[in-house]
Structure formats: C-alpha cells, structure tokens
DNA sequence: CGCGACTAAAGGTCAGACTGTTTGAGGGTC
DNA sequence: GACCCTCAAACAGTCTGACCTTTAGTCGCG
C-alpha cells in the first residue's frame, strides 16, 4: 500500500497537463505520479469496485502495455505492487498469465506482523500499546472462545498444554505457547479476529519476550492455562475471559523493551 | 505481503539445489523464486534486522544490480514489492534515490481497508465477524478514551457532534459519524488500536451501511453519542464502555449485506 | 548579490531480444 | 485405442542499453 491506496482518487487528470495554460496548481510540489503507479491504481480499482473478481486472467503483459500506452516493464512495474498487496498472482507457463488472486488471511497476517515489528522498532508503537491491544483481543476473544468452542477446539487446547508442560527448551514451549493462544482465536471462529491478533501475539514474542524468565514462572503460565481451558470446556464465557485477563496482566512481566 | 513475507524462512536454499543428489524435495512442483522476490526478501531482511534503518539511503539502482549480479529492471521490480510494503520509499533527482522509510500508521490502516474489504467480498469473511471485531475494539476503547481522555479530544467530540446533528446530507452525516468514532480511537493515545479499528470501521461504513436508514434513526444515534461523550468527559471508563456497546449493538441493524 | 543556465546524478520509461516454464497438440509406438 | 515422446506456442522472467525527467548544486553573467 502506501503510495495508491483505496481512498485516494483524484489524479487520473495528471495526464492531462500539457497545456500551458496558468494551472496554478495549489502547492503540489512534487509532479506526475510515475506510469506504474497510475497503472496499478488503475487495475486496484478495477479489482475493488468488482469489475475483476477473483479468478479473472488479465491480458498478457505486453497487451496491458498497448492497452495503457506504456511498455511492458511499466506495466510489470504496476503488478509487482498488485501483487505483493495481494490482489493479484502471477503463473509462469503457457497456461500463465496474471490472476485476480483472493485476499489470503495469512498474507495480511505476514504484512501486519512486519508492520507492527518496525513500527515498534521506532517510536510509532510502545510495547505498553502492543500489550494492551492484546489484551483486549484476546480476552473476549476468550469469552467467545468458550461460547463457540468445539470439542475438536478443547482437544487442541489440552493436547497443547501438555506438550507445553512436558517440553524443555525454550523455542519449544514458546511455539506451544503460542499455539495455545492461537486456537482460542480460532475457536472464536472469527477470522478478522485471527488476522489481526495473531500479528500482535508474535511481534510480543519474537521481539519483546524477556530471554531470561524463571521456571517457576512457566509453571504458574501452565496452572493458568488450565485454568483458561477448563472454563472455555465448560462454556463459561464470563469465567474464561477473567481467567484470560489475570492471564495475560501476569505475563506482562515477562515482555519489556 | 504474500510472497516473500516475514516469517518465511528456509527457502534461500532454492539456490542450492544444483547438485543432482537425491533431494527428493518432497513436493515443490514449482520451481525457484523469482529473482526479483528473491532481491526484495534479501534487502527486506535487512531492514527486518535492523542492519539498514530508517532513513539510511540505498546505492542506486544500477549499482544494486551489480551487488546482486541481477539487472536493473530486477532491482526496480524488487524495489517495488519493497515500497508497496512500506519498506522503502524513492525520490528522484540527483539527491534522489531509495531510502528505507519508516512504516507509516495511514499505511497500514489503507492496505488493512482494502484487505479486508476484499475479503468480505469473497467469503472469507462474513458481515457478522466485522461487526463483532469492532464491537470488542471500540467498547473497551472507549473505557479507556474516558480514562486518558484530554480536553481536546472532548473538544473535538462535541464538536463533531454537533456537526453530525445539524448537518443534511447523508455523504456528511457518515463522515461525521466516522470522525466520531476516529476521535474515540484516538483518545486512547494507543496508535495500534487506531491501525487496526479505523479500517474495519471504514469497510462496514462504506460496503455495509445500508443507505435507507430512517431520520429517527439518526436521531437516536445522535442521542447515544452525546450519553458517550459525557461519560468520557466525566473520566467514567465503565459507563463509556457500557455505553458504547449500547450504541454498536443497536446500530447493527443499519448494517447489512 | 541575485538570478538564470548548465550539469551531474538519480530514478522513470522505453524498445527489443532472449530465457525458462508450462501445457497442449501431433505423431509415433505398443 | 492407450500411452509416451517430441515439438511448438504462449506466457512470465530477465537482460541490455538507450533515452527522458526531475532535482539540486554550480558557475557565470548582469
């Protein structure tokens, strides 16, 4: 995203400037947006309004180009942002070509983790942001958890803990750990949640997790989690979101800069 | 994102897989990544790391292309996927060139609206997991909006409130609207609420809000955020946040498929 | 001193050729 | 007729080398 994103409109008449004519032009300083930018504005906005819906092939590069008035490199210039946004998907191959590619959950997933670890890197967010925004997914997301919960959700979630108690190393049991954390989000059934909590849950992890937190510490986690899973079994909503947020104002101890 | 996001590791091997030695590759069916991917996921660890930072100014392109052994049309497809992400940005001139940029918050929250609102295209997401994402967001930031809350924000609340009561047209009635709610967000003073609330916020305004709600109801929702103003203003947290889940769950019914 | 022309450095664009990958069609073999 | 091999076509991927445009500094004229 970044440059050309959805909401901006207005500058498609870049192109029409070549009349002389005063055009004071506000203050715009900087001058026409280059061809590739405009040509994927042009092909988002084909994909957003549904004029391509996913599946579509778009012409070959070098048809694009004619269709455009540009050259091929422009117009591979222009997918290459489409692309690492997303929208579309491209294959080699007699049978190739660019595809209108369906947003994949785990691709913006990627992107925010990425985001949310730098931002973090400079002064945009503070791990107190980061930790409070979790809070406040996860713990309802506990109470949903517990009140859509399935069998198959309670299952993962002991079979997690165990492995969790039993492992030794640290990478194994924070894997475990997240794993946990993971299928509550997925139990709530709500994919938006997923995309958005799980990015958070892993920049805490890989990136504000203290190296150096005693054992007794993870013992108390794994007593916690127990607790967690045996309200959600229970379908006790109110129960697991309390037990979630002790849960999770425990541990803030255990993340720092 | 998608290609060639964060955590992917373990794939630069593509490279070495020359050697005609068994490997029996369990099933890659598809070949080795792009050059261009390949370049941008490289340059992109870098940044990730922290071995180039914020600001720092790349060499120019051509010289790029010799460090990598690509050609200079590789490096600016590479270049492209990086500043769609954010990654880097490119001015040109002679004191131009690519420089690693900070991730900005807009940014994100654009490419988040165009996601998501993709994905409510498709099936991947459904109505009901926006509108409850918002709800778990927006109550509790409203708890806290009345606990951190400055005479500003208040301010700029009642401000927008009375131009959301007084005005006509349905196009500034939702703006306002949307800028109440902004203004909430913001009050937190937690800039990774507002990258993850305001997009949702923003798709369901402008993909689901049906455009036959009756005056009353507009009248009704003017009286609810006046109840969530005050309560903010008085530093009420819990009452807030009660208010606010009054408020979002009545307006459920202006949204729709 | 100030202002305009020149210049260098960088990104932006283009044209054209070649490479690599994938599939389907055609033809040959059992 | 079923199977396999070869070949050609259709793409995206890559490279080369040129030229255009933007921008800031520099030089020189008034």
């Known amino acids: 995203m970044g440059q050309g994103s959805t909401p901006s409109t207005a500058r498609q008449n870049d192109a029409t400037r070549a009349t002389p004519s005063a055009a004071p032009s506000p ?3 900087s001058r026409l947006r280059p061809a590739y ?8 906005e084909l994909i957003l309004n549904g004029s391509l819906t996913s599946g579509h092939r778009l012409p070959p590069e070098a048809d694009l180009g004619g ?4 050259s091929r490199s422009t117009v591979r210039e222009a997918l290459r942002v489409l692309a690492s946004q997303g ?6 191959g007699t049978t190739g070509g660019t595809f209108v590619s369906h947003v994949e959950p785990d691709q913006v997933s990627d992107y925010l983790e990425t985001s949310i670890g730098l931002m973090s890197g400079s002064d945009t967010l503070t791990l107190a942001d980061i930790l409070e925004a979790r809070e406040m997914l996860e713990v309802r997301a506990a109470g949903l958890a517990a009140r859509r919960r399935e069998p198959r959700h309670v299952d993962a979630l002991r079979a997690a803990m165990e492995r969790e108690k039993h492992s030794r190393g640290r990478s194994v049991k924070f894997n ?6 993971g299928i509550i989000i997925e139990a709530t059934g709500n994919g938006l949640l997923t995309v958005m909590t799980e990015p958070v849950f892993r920049v805490l992890q890989s990136r504000f997790l203290s190296p150096d937190v005693p054992r007794e510490f993870w013992a108390q986690v794994d007593r916690e989690h127990e607790t967690i899973v045996d ?10 979101a309390e037990a979630m947020q002790v849960h999770l104002s425990r541990i803030r101890d255990a993340y720092h800069d």
Do not use: S
């Not at 309200?231 to 697991?240: L, T, V, Y």
């Open 176 to 181: 475990e750990h997240r794993h946990f954390h």
């Open 37 to 44: 930018q405009q040509v994927a504005d042009q092909l988002r």
């Open 67 to 70: 269709d455009f008035g540009v």
């Open 231 to 240: 309200r959600i079994d229970a379908g006790d909503a109110e129960g697991a």
């Open 27 to 29: 203050l715009p300083v």
């Open 87 to 92: 929208l579309v998907r491209t294959v080699r």
